[in-house]
């Protein structure tokens, strides 16, 4: 038993370091995507983000200091390949009005990769008897989550339809 608790030790921390490397990639692509964006409710919603991410990334650095772990060493490459997608999303549709449309395509991509990321880590923490980082696991996933929702409110009440003109 004592051997599968270190190897889902090392998993969970492998697990925060893929979601730290994330969010990094994360806070340099957003101020790309609320400065392409036409919408200025969308634009609103990508800062607003951007603080929220710098939020998480705090949490997840704690979460490493209380491990005793370092964060870096590790490419997410799974985010890597949503943000260059999205790049070259806001390439192909960069003088269109379909482009903020596109834009929450990409943004909502990313999004539910980290529920799952973070859906996992939250799990592993409380399999480890780690309940406080358990708990700041879900504050990040419920943070997702509402970001998720907000963005299809969005598309769905603004951007798609202002795309389809």
Known sequence: M?????????LYIEQLQDLWSAEEQILEALPKMAEKSKHAELKRAFQMHYQQTEQQVQRLEQ??????????GHKCK???GLVKEGEE??????????LDAALIAAAQRVEH???AG???????AHLLGLQEQAQLLQRTLDEEGDTD?????LAETV???DALK
């Open 63 to 72: 979460i490493f200091g209380e491990l005793g772990e370092k964060p870096g």
């Open 159 to 161: 951007v798609n339809i």
């Open 89 to 98: 999303t806001m390439t192909e549709f960069r003088d269109s009005d379909v």
């Open 149 to 153: 929702q907000k963005l299809t409110d």
């Open 113 to 115: 990769y980290e529920m």
């Open 2 to 10: 004592a051997r599968e608790r270190e190897s889902l030790q090392k």
């Open 78 to 80: 799974g985010m890597e």
């Open 118 to 124: 973070y859906g996992c880590a939250r799990t592993y």
